[in-house]
């Protein structure tokens, strides 16, 4: 995971370290990434409410858990996300983690 977190540009904006390192997850670094992603708070919760639609199985999971984690910030962008009856099922479970 450490080559990983190492090619991480500090130039790179939060929604390009995200994208970054929602691409290199695997089951042996997902718990390192979930970290990261969290310690990019609240200005990258958007982006992950975003990729709830798109992403599936350990990519997801990384994203949903990270949500649970920043906590209060994700609630609304989560609430909107229940307003559509195709993911509200999974907008209504993360709020009941949070």
Excluded: C, F, H
């Amino acid at each position: 995971m450490q080559a990983v977190l190492n090619n991480i540009n500090t130039a790179m904006n939060a929604a390009e370290k995200l994208n970054y390192l929602l691409s290199s997850v695997t089951t042996s670094n997902k718990n390192d990434v979930e970290n990261s992603i969290v310690a990019l708070g609240e200005r990258v919760v958007d982006a992950l409410v975003d990729k709830l639609r798109t992403l599936k199985g350990l990519q997801r999971g990384v994203v949903a858990m990270s949500l649970i984690r920043i906590g209060e910030s994700s609630v609304a962008p989560l609430k909107a996300l229940a307003q559509d009856k195709e993911n509200q099922w999974i907008a209504d479970y993360l709020l009941s983690e949070i």
